[in-house]
């Protein structure tokens, strides 16, 4: 088995109970402590310290030295390097007595590690009495607790000061009995639910980091989502100092999302720039802004990364760990009174996520409410968290300091039988799972009809029998007056509880500011779009074979092309060219903007979210910063097939040509962001685009040039028709113009083809314009208010 260094200290101080004459000092100490007693211990140490080999001398040598003293035998079975550090396994026998244990080694980085669960400090040793008597391990009490507060507070001070911008509301956060319930789908009975949370009470105060722990399911995020104020729960109550939930709220509180999104192509700063220019109220100046993200980078140590792109998918940006603290960044911009986080050590490596748990308990200490879910954390990260609410099932298992905890669980019997990892114990229970660990007699013998056969086998209750042992154990616990004391919140200074934010405008900027900054972001993001590899590969691969297989035709006068029948296959031929330069100009734009709403959902449902800014500056920011690459590209596609194909050769001709292309782009792109906000998902807004645009091709006037009446609408609205016909005027203008179904002198194969004043056709593209985006804006609206409500 392997364990931690807290772990094989706990083994140690287990095998301590009893003993007359326990001392224990706890220090740095390179090396394994001599009289301790482990199986295995594992200790990770960085690589470069060579720390294996010291512990492995340090025992041999301590053990050579002292002997005689000293009952334990030690042998080292085992020696792995890795990359993060050393494994020693070390196998330690016999130990009478522990009267001689001069030191154990919790050292890493050769930093001494706080072990707030243990009775002892540093230099303190401590007599027998502070060991609880009985089977139970050792657990410390409040005394050790704000000692090792105190300590913990005196080693990491407080380094805020910079983000002390303007006075915080100090948020007490207490919820009471809340329940949350589903309906659950598919069941006739429309009253069936299906219950999340079961009557959840805690309480946390200001300068606290109360920790959601609990197996996975357990209805961590969801009481993380009711207390954000972001879901509405079905019982119960939860206040910001005895207040409800409101509106005025919504800036005191940041979230950190388990899956946060940042834009992958903003560096670090810029994420954290355009943020501060966007969420800080609009009394601060854009250079005071700026300062505050310049700030908080340098608190939460990010300077070494912010001209990093934060990365994505396919290409990599900051690390893991850095990335969690720009979204961290993101929230403590904004001075929150209370910062919720959802899982914000998951994929970290365990020193990473000391790393981000230590930046929350310094967050905590300037005064801030955390409360933050954790999966499996580490002992030495468990011991970083204030209070603790363990979860399962959607039941609260426990509600107290996190470090009594476990004295709680071995209060109603449940200890565990080896050097646990108190986290890994806590969920372990939380799931039913007795492995090495004791219960309580009345539960062994209480199985479960259920899961008989299973379980007597092994002589085990189940654990289901388990949980509902600690379910009840927990409303029993909560039931007694201690439970007043826990969730009796403390005073509150009456003047803080008063302080609104200073100022009542609900946007941090005005619209136009908003839309400025919009616009340069959007620029700054889609600045490797504009002339990404795959659009101007496209572009120019559809410029040069039109151009080739339109070789130097001459589309307006072509001479020597005397006989009727040539002359209108040449005229068709050229239609052709101009009919697939619609055709492509509707295509290409519509399913580039296809992807831009159901990509950016998530971003835009977030800072929706938090009141970051209006709609309508995103939405028109978003098309205006687009522009460049709806200008640019077919601009060079005209000119390539201008060159090649040889169009009309004239100024007008090409600048005309260029506008209706331009029309199209901007009327198609309008149709796809609408499909895309409509659906909000890649696949579905594809395959209606395709659809349509299948029949505006057809119906464009070059495939079918009688469409049958009952059809001919779609024509009306179809950009590929309406772009179609501009380009014919334009390149044959007043020939087509002219000729009229009874012309008999017309030679032009668009005979009866009413070219009529170029207004309908610019005006219809326009129309379109505007409404397609009218109607983007409207489905964008309606998806803001699904995902906040
Ligand atoms: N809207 C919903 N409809 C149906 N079930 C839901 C809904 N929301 C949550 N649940 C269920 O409630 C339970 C708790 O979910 P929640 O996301 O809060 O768990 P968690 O403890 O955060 O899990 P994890 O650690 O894996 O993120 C899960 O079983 C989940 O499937």
Redo the contacts with the bound molecule.
């Keep these: 088995m392997l364990y931690d260094p807290f772990l094989f200290c706990n083994q140690i101080l287990n095998l301590m109970e009893g003993k007359k004459h326990s001392r224990c000092r706890i220090q740095t100490f390179e090396g394994v402590a001599d009289g301790a007693m482990a199986e295995m211990a594992m200790i990770e140490l960085p690589a470069d310290q060579n720390a294996g080999v010291d512990i492995q001398e340090g025992m041999h040598k301590h053990n050579s030295d002292e002997k005689s003293e000293l009952p334990c035998e030690k042998t080292t079975s085992e020696t792995e390097s890795s990359s993060t550090g050393f494994l020693v396994n070390t196998e330690c026998t016999a130990a009478d007595s522990f009267d001689e244990i001069e030191s154990v080694c919790p050292v890493v980085s050769g930093n001494y590690i706080d072990l707030p669960f243990l009775h002892h400090k540093p230099e303190a040793p401590f007599s027998s009495d502070d060991v609880p008597d009985g089977s139970t391990p050792p657990i410390s009490g409040d005394k050790s607790t704000s000692q090792s507060q105190l300590k913990d507070e005196e080693s990491e001070p407080c380094t805020w000061e910079n983000l002390r911008f303007e006075p915080a509301l100090r948020i007490c956060l207490k919820f009471e009995d809340v329940t949350y319930k ?1 309906p659950v789908k598919g069941e006739k009975n429309s009253d069936a639910n ?1 219950y ?1 949370l079961h009557g959840i009470t805690g309480l946390v105060h200001p300068g606290e980091v109360l920790a959601l722990m ?10 993380l989502n009711l207390l954000s104020g972001r879901m509405k729960f079905h019982s119960g109550t939860i206040t910001y100092n005895n207040q409800p939930y409101s509106k005025s709220l919504k800036w005191r509180i940041g979230f950190v999302l ?1 899956d946060d999104v940042s834009f992958p192509h903003l560096t670090v700063k810029e994420t954290l720039t355009y943020a501060a220019l966007l969420r800080l109220p609009y009394t601060l100046t854009m250079e005071q802004k700026k300062e505050r993200a310049t700030n908080v980078i340098t608190e939460l140590g990010l300077e070494r990364c912010q001209n990093t792109v934060i990365g994505g998918t396919f290409f990599r940006g900051v690390s893991g760990g850095e990335r969690k603290r720009v979204c961290i960044a993101n929230e403590i911009l904004l001075n929150p009174s209370l910062l919720l986080l ?2 914000p050590t998951s994929g970290l490596d365990s020193t990473t996520a000391l790393q981000i748990v230590q930046m929350l308990r310094n967050i905590a200490r300037s005064g801030k409410t955390v409360v933050t ?1 954790i ?1 499996q954390p580490s002992s030495r990260l468990f011991s970083k968290f204030d209070k603790l609410i363990l ?1 399962g099932k ?1 039941n609260s298992l426990y509600f107290g300091k996190a470090s009594d905890a476990m004295l709680h669980f071995s209060s109603i019997g449940c200890t565990p039988l080896i050097a646990m990892n108190p986290a890994e114990f806590l969920i372990d229970l939380a799931n039913g799972n007795i492995k090495d660990k004791s219960v309580p007699s009345d539960l062994e013998g209480r199985f479960s009809p259920r899961n008989k056969s299973l379980d007597l086998k092994h002589g085990e209750p189940c654990h289901v029998d388990v949980y509902e042992y600690l379910v009840e154990a927990h409303a029993v616990t909560e039931a007694k007056s201690e439970k007043t004391k826990l969730i009796n919140p403390l005073p509150i200074d009456s003047e803080t509880m008063m302080k609104k934010r200073p100022n009542t405008m609900e946007w941090g900027a005005t619209w136009w500011d908003q839309f400025s900054i919009l616009f340069r972001r959007g620029l700054k993001e889609r600045r490797h779009e504009y002339f990404s590899c795959m659009s101007v590969t496209q572009v120019f691969s559809a410029a040069i074979m039109m151009g080739l297989l339109w070789w130097r035709s001459d589309a307006s006068s072509p001479k020597g092309l005397q006989d009727q029948a040539n002359y209108q296959l040449h005229m068709l031929m050229f239609a052709g060219l101009l009919f697939f330069i619609s055709v492509f100009w509707a295509f290409f734009p519509m399913f580039s903007a296809i992807f831009t709403f159901p990509q950016e959902r998530v971003m835009l449902a977030k800072e929706r979210s938090v009141g970051m800014y209006r709609l309508s500056a995103y939405l028109l920011a978003r098309m205006t910063s687009d522009l460049p690459l709806d200008l640019i590209l077919p601009l060079v596609f005209l000119v390539i097939i201008y060159l090649m194909a040889g169009l009309k050769p004239t100024f007008t001709a090409f600048s005309l040509t260029m506008l209706t292309v331009f029309l199209s782009v901007v009327a198609s792109q309008g149709l796809g962001l609408t499909i895309g906000a409509a659906f909000m998902d890649v696949k579905k807004a594809s395959t209606l685009a395709s659809i349509i645009i299948m029949a505006s091709m057809l119906s464009g006037g070059f495939f079918i040039q009688k469409v049958p009446v009952f059809m001919s609408w779609i024509r009306y609205i179809s950009f590929t028709y309406h772009t179609y016909r501009l380009l014919l005027k334009i390149h044959y203008g007043c020939s087509i113009d002219s000729c009229g179904e009874s012309d008999s002198s017309c030679r032009s194969p668009f005979k009866g083809l009413r070219l009529d004043w170029d207004g309908i056709e610019v005006g219809t593209m326009i129309t379109m314009i505007i409404g397609y985006r009218l109607l983007a804006y409207a489905f964008l609206r309606r998806m803001k208010l699904m995902t906040i409500t």
């Design positions: 589903v299906k999340i609990g197996p996975s399911g357990g209805g961590k995020t969801t009481l388990q959802d899982e879910t999966h979860l959607g």
